[in-house]
């Protein structure tokens, strides 16, 4: 919990602020990376198909525009939702989206984000960065970056396959 003066009273503050960076190497180039992000069947296989987690649906409409979503239940049954919509894609070289993040009917989080492909001696650089807005009930700071952190690991594992 974090606390701001207001009129000389210590108030419970209702949003949290953060934003991280995340760097990866891929042994691939940029352009079989950012494919792993625009086929559907790709995606959801690293992003939607965690250990645990059941999936209800996933819809993606990768264009500017264009909105994903991901309906699945948490290994403790609760539903989670992420709600996207892309803002901006250069082919091969950055993705930048908004997305909100749902847990059971209470909205936890709203995020932008970029995902950036560099080639570095025929390996793909990907510079991830989100800036995110956590409301009460959310996952944190912390606990987002570590969710991160994760799926771009799964990410790693569908480029070696």
């Not at 909105?67 to 403790?76: N, T």
């Not at 936890?108 to 080639?119: D, K, L, N, V």
């Amino acid at each position: 919990m974090s606390l701001q003066r207001s009129e000389g009273i210590m108030e419970e503050r209702s949003v949290t602020h953060s934003t991280f960076v995340i760097e990866r190497f891929y042994p691939t180039a940029p352009e079989r990376v950012f494919a792993a992000f625009s086929d559907p069947r790709k995606k959801r296989r690293w992003f939607a198909e965690g250990e645990g987690f059941a999936i209800e649906s996933f819809t993606m409409d990768f264009r500017v525009g264009g909105r994903e979503q991901a309906c699945f239940r948490l290994p403790d049954g609760r539903p989670c939702r992420n709600d996207t919509v892309y803002q901006n894609i250069l082919p091969g070289r950055h993705i930048v989206i908004a997305y909100t993040m749902t847990l059971g009917d209470q909205c936890i989080s709203s995020s932008q984000a970029t995902f950036e492909f560099q080639s570095v001696k025929n390996e793909t650089n990907l510079v991830f960065t989100e800036q995110a807005a956590f409301f009460a009930g959310a996952d944190g700071p912390q606990m987002r970056e570590a969710g991160w952190r994760k799926l771009l690991e799964q990410l790693a594992e569908e480029m070696a396959r």
